[in-house]
């Protein structure tokens, strides 16, 4: 049994007292939920406060992004040491508008998930394809692409510590999220590719996460698909309510 994860992804939202604001009504709102891992990725400024909130709670706190060294002269880079120290456990890397807007490449993102494992933190790796990869019949190959090159040299002891979000870009802020069955087809895919590249037991344990206009609404219906073990939540993270109703899918 693969304990489902719903993660919020905040994006660049929320200063720090919105944040505190938003997690101190959240962990009230989900205290007694069992069986269900929770996330929550606020922009770095509030990793600390939003840390300190959660201290205590089973919510576990995740930055969106890191450099891939652990300091330097990278002006305007955050470390895997510094948000670990501000109290994330986890990272988002690859998301796709990383890739999109702050050239992001698979290369990038190998190296960044490298980093982060040394440093002891858990990953969100995020892939999916276009909409004009998937109209032109690649989307398999541009997932295989990303985990291929993304998870290269990673060992079977570092996949243990990662999660992977199939986000599919032409879902993503746009009200059009995949069918269940669409989304489905892509979950298998990348499970079998995991057993194939690791082993049958890793790809039976690995987590994939849906991302791309989850909402209260359409949670479930992906949930009950057979290789989505949870989801990856933009924009409807942001309001604790909504986001307390998909933790608490049926
Ligand atoms: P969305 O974002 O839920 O707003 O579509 C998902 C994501 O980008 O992780």
């Given at each position: 049994m693969r304990t489902p994860i719903i993660a919020g992804n905040w994006k660049m939202h929320k200063t720090i007292s919105e944040a505190i604001e938003t997690v101190s009504h959240l962990k009230e709102k989900i205290k007694?939920?069992?069986?269900r891992e929770v996330i929550v990725a606020p922009p770095f400024t509030a990793i600390s406060e939003v840390s300190r909130v959660l201290k205590d709670t089973f919510i576990a706190v995740s930055a969106q992004n890191i450099h891939?060294?652990?300091?330097?002269?990278?002006?305007?880079e955050v470390s895997p040491i510094m948000v670990k120290d501000a109290g994330a456990e986890f990272v988002i890397i690859g998301h796709s508008e990383r890739r999109q807007?702050?050239?992001?490449t698979n290369e990038t993102v190998n190296k960044k998930i490298k980093a982060a494992l040394k440093q002891g933190l858990k990953v969100i790796l995020c892939i999916g394809e276009s909409l004009e990869q998937r109209e032109s019949g690649q989307t398999f190959q541009v997932l295989e692409e990303e985990l291929k090159k993304g998870l290269f040299e990673i060992k079977s002891d570092g996949i243990e510590s990662i999660v992977i979000a199939y986000e599919p870009i032409w879902a993503i802020g746009t009200g059009k999220t995949a069918t269940p069955e669409i989304a489905e087809e892509a979950h298998k895919f990348i499970r079998d590719y995991i057993s194939k590249i690791f082993n049958k037991d890793i790809g039976e344990k690995i987590r994939i996460l849906y991302g791309g206009s989850v909402k209260p609404t359409n949670i479930s219906d992906l949930m009950d698909?057979?290789?989505?073990?949870g989801a990856l939540v933009?924009?409807?993270?942001?309001?604790p309510d909504t986001f307390a109703e998909i933790v608490q899918f049926k």
């Open positions: 007694n939920v069992k069986g891939w060294e652990v300091k330097g002269a990278f002006t305007g807007y702050f050239g992001e698909m057979e290789d989505i073990d933009g924009g409807a993270s942001l309001d």
